[in-house]
């Protein structure tokens, strides 16, 4: 069973920031797709950002230019840097993974989580 495992997030104060880590065991995958959705009280989840395989990186509007993903090919870990934060970032951040793995559809798994809080 794939598992991504998040780190990092916590509390921060406004214009601070902070960094949430996510590992997932990704061997046999192709096409991956890594990144982070969010969700704040009341409000559906929402994606943040993702970073494919190859590099290409997809951000919500109103992260651009604050957050930054990036991955480890070689942890198997992708990374969000959060620069610039505001008390509407408060959110739990999922770690999302989608992959294929050989004769297979995509599938697509969650982590569990982490809580960034922002004070203003």
Do not use: H
Request: with cysteine; net charge positive; proline share 4%.
């Amino acid at each position: 069973q794939v598992q991504p495992v998040e780190s990092g997030g916590g509390l921060a104060q406004a214009g601070g920031s902070l960094r949430l880590s996510c590992v997932v065991s990704t061997s046999a995958f192709r096409d991956t797709v890594m990144g982070w959705y969010r969700q704040a009280p009341g409000k559906s989840r929402e994606l943040v950002a993702t970073i494919t395989n190859r590099g290409t990186t997809t951000y919500a509007d109103s992260v651009k230019g604050r957050f930054t993903i990036s991955k480890d090919n070689e942890r198997k870990t992708a990374y969000l840097d959060m620069d610039s934060l505001r008390p509407e970032d408060t959110a739990v951040y999922y770690c999302y993974f989608r992959g294929t793995r050989p004769f297979d559809t995509p599938r697509e798994y969650w982590g569990q989580g982490t809580q960034v809080s922002v004070s203003s």
